[in-house]
């Protein structure tokens, strides 16, 4: 069985934001997942991560056990933020198979004032160089791998765009056997989301809404009030989202892989 987690990142001023993050979490239930799995859902586990109040770094809000659709937490939490942050960051999880199902494996990530959550599988992570810098909190997890990986490539970034270039370098070398890399990372200030994967496309997804003041983006289309399904763009395969400034700014960037 191959995993499905299901992502969401907003970024800016959304207009009912909460119920964004509310009918998100219904995906724990009835979220899609590729056909070899035998029922949809993805109840291993939630966690939300934040901008602080001067957007220069995300902090962890919470990380749970179990289906986010059933957790009274989960709506409180969301309640609770009263303003919407300028940053929210939220995940649910699918264990990939051989990754226990733990508190520690449960994302987002985080690691120098950044935030980080992945939808996939990587089967030979161990093969990632880790940043020996980053100290690595997880039970065993790939996704974390992953992060150290790419936080290593991006430190020396001195700007967004020095960012992308440095994400897409990092991305086409990488010579390794996955499902996925989806995955979406913020520093409190800039929102990249990453869209990479091997097979399933329709499944392993990755879309975004443009909107007047903001941008949400998630692993399937939502429809709540101001969202309509139709009108969720697709990001392509082996592309990163940069999405920044204010108003918002979406920036599509490709990369094929040179390994």
Same mark, same amino acid.
């Given at each position: 069985?191959?995993?499905?987690?299901?992502?969401?990142?907003?970024?800016?001023?959304?207009?009912?934001?909460?119920?964004?993050?509310?009918?998100?979490?219904?995906?724990?239930?009835?979220?899609?997942?590729?056909?070899?799995?035998?029922?949809?859902?993805?109840?291993?586990?939630?966690?939300?991560?934040?901008?602080?109040?001067?957007?220069?770094?995300?902090?962890?809000?919470?990380?749970?056990?179990?289906?986010?659709?059933?957790?009274?937490?989960?709506?409180?939490?969301?309640?609770?933020?009263?303003?919407?942050?300028?940053?929210?960051?939220?995940?649910?999880?699918?264990?990939?198979?051989?990754?226990?199902?733990?508190?520690?494996?449960?994302?987002?990530?985080?690691?120098?004032?950044?935030?980080?959550?992945?939808?996939?599988?990587?089967?030979?992570?161990?093969?990632?160089?880790?940043? *020996?810098?980053?100290?690595?909190?997880?039970?065993?997890?790939?996704?974390?791998?992953?992060?150290?990986?790419?936080?290593?490539?991006?430190?020396?970034?001195?700007?967004?765009?020095?960012?992308?270039?440095?994400?897409?370098?990092?991305?086409?070398?990488?010579?390794?056997?996955?499902?996925?890399?989806?995955?979406?990372?913020?520093?409190?200030?800039?929102?990249?989301?990453?869209?990479?994967?091997?097979?399933?496309?329709?499944?392993?997804?990755?879309?975004?809404?443009?909107?007047?003041?903001?941008?949400?983006?998630?692993?399937?289309?939502?429809?709540?009030?101001?969202?309509?399904?139709?009108?969720?763009?697709?990001?392509?395969?082996?592309?990163?989202?940069?999405?920044?400034?204010?108003? *918002?700014?979406?920036?599509?960037?490709?990369?094929?892989?040179?390994?």
């Amino acid at each position: 069985m191959k995993p499905m987690c299901r992502l969401l990142g907003i970024y800016g001023e959304v207009n009912g934001w909460s119920e964004v993050a509310l009918e998100f979490r219904k995906l724990a239930e009835d979220g899609m997942v590729p056909p070899i799995c035998a029922e949809p859902g993805h109840r291993d586990g939630w966690g939300m991560a934040a901008a602080n109040d001067d957007r220069t770094s995300m902090r962890v809000v919470e990380r749970r056990m179990g289906s986010a659709n059933e957790s009274a937490l989960y709506e409180n939490t969301v309640h609770g933020f009263g303003a919407q942050p300028y940053i929210f960051i939220c995940h649910i999880r699918k264990a990939s198979p051989g990754i226990p199902v733990t508190i520690s494996n449960v994302h987002p990530f985080a690691n120098g004032g950044w935030a980080f959550v992945h939808n996939g599988t990587i089967y030979d992570y161990a093969r990632l160089p880790v940043d *020996p810098a980053f100290h690595l909190t997880s039970d065993g997890s790939d996704s974390e791998c992953f992060f150290s990986y790419l936080m290593g490539k991006i430190k020396t970034a001195a700007s967004g765009s020095d960012r992308v270039k440095l994400l897409g370098e990092a991305m086409a070398s990488l010579d390794i056997d996955y499902t996925s890399l989806n995955c979406i990372l913020s520093n409190g200030s800039e929102l990249y989301a990453i869209r990479d994967y091997m097979k399933f496309g329709e499944y392993l997804s990755l879309f975004y809404y443009p909107l007047p003041k903001g941008v949400v983006v998630c692993s399937e289309p939502l429809a709540v009030d101001g969202l309509q399904k139709s009108r969720w763009q697709a990001v392509p395969n082996q592309s990163i989202l940069r999405v920044h400034g204010a108003p *918002p700014v979406c920036e599509l960037s490709g990369y094929r892989s040179t390994a």
